[in-house]
């Protein structure tokens, strides 16, 4: 890992750990996860969002007014309306991605449940993903959530991530194998 990843994760993971303890604490872990969702989608959707916590250009006031109109719109919990505010006054809202991803992991830890990042050719329907979820969970021994993504350059199958585990049943894989093994015949 990179330093200044690294540095990111450090960062984010204490803002994450004193969140989710106060969120617990407050008895709104519920809450939390509906600010996680809402973020996720401001730094999916909003080009203006990501500009605002990744640019150095925007003043600590500026950040500071743009976070509380964001959090007021989007009805974030004021634990976290609270925390992005104290962010943006220590100039530390670049390390929001990394907070999203650590809550969600901590969340996730809590509940017993693994997350499941599945990437496939097209879309799954709700069956595939219920079925796939049923095969990880017992294999995996606990709940597993899948974050399900497309990428039409695989062709076909699925890559699917659990923690340090990967399983490449992509036909682009097993293309790129037969390619390479066949190179060594000469």
């Known amino acids: 890992m990179s330093e200044p990843a690294s540095i990111s994760t450090g ?3 204490r803002y994450a750990t004193a969140v989710y303890e106060l969120a617990k604490e407050a008895g709104d872990v519920k809450g939390l996860e509906s600010d996680i969702a809402s973020l996720t989608s401001a730094m999916a959707d909003s080009a203006d969002f990501n500009a605002l916590i990744n640019s150095p250009l925007y003043s600590r006031d500026e950040q500071r007014g743009a976070v509380a109109a964001i959090a007021k719109k989007a009805k974030l ?3 976290m309306a609270n925390t ?3 962010m943006a006054d220590k100039r530390r809202l670049f390390v929001v991605p990394h907070l999203v991803q650590t809550l969600r992991d901590i ?3 809590d509940k017993g449940e693994v997350t ?3 990437t496939s050719a097209k879309a799954l329907t709700k069956a595939q993903s219920d079925k796939l979820a049923k095969t990880l969970k017992a294999r995996m021994g606990k709940d597993v959530t899948i974050n399900a993504s497309v990428d039409e350059s695989l062709i076909g199958g699925l890559i699917v991530k659990v923690g340090s585990k ?3 049943t992509s036909i682009s894989s097993k293309l790129s194998s037969l390619q390479n093994a066949m190179k060594e015949v000469g």
């Open 166 to 168: 990967m399983i490449d």
């Open 77 to 79: 919990t004021k634990v």
């Open 116 to 118: 499941a990042d599945v």
């Open 11 to 13: 960062i984010a993971s």
């Open 107 to 109: 969340i996730a830890e």
């Open 84 to 86: 992005l505010s104290l």
